[in-house]
Nanobody, 122 residues
Framework: QVQLVESGGGLVQAGGSLRLSCAASGRTFSNYVMGWFRQAPGKEREFVAAFRWSSSSTYYADSVKGRFTISRDNAKNTVYMQMNSLKPGDTAVYYC???????????????WGQGTQVTVSS
């Protein structure tokens, strides 16, 4: 059974940084993509970034490009998202997910973590 567990959220001031983690288990992820999405109150879930295990290719939404960076730890089967220069508009619940391709639609991802809250104060 696939399990994704996020951690690392919290409260930070604008301009600050956080690192989110997504620990994955239950399958071999080498042929899959890990995606990060976020959902703010009253808004739809939106794509943030994705990472392809096999090639280490990364994909970012324009809104976070240059500020967020995905990395991984193979030994721990964990994907990280370093978030720098955070803005109040980044406030949301952040979810990690896994799917077969680096799509921007949440419908293309089959497994989801429980989410972690990120709050950026101005």
């Amino acid at each position: 059974q696939v399990q994704l567990v996020e951690s690392g959220g919290g409260l930070v001031q604008a301009g600050g940084s956080l690192r989110l983690s997504c620990a994955a288990s239950g399958r071999t992820f080498s042929n899959y993509v890990m995606g990060w999405f976020r959902q703010a109150p009253g808004k739809e879930r939106e794509f943030v970034a994705a990472f392809r295990w096999s090639s280490s290719s990364t994909y970012y939404a324009d809104s976070v490009k240059g500020r967020f960076t995905i990395s991984r730890d193979n030994a721990k089967n964990t994907v990280y998202m370093q978030m720098n220069s955070l803005k109040p508009g980044d406030t949301a619940v952040y979810y990690c997910s896994t799917g077969p391709r680096p799509a921007t639609s949440p419908d293309d991802y089959h497994y989801w973590g429980q989410g972690t809250q990120v709050t950026v104060s101005s």
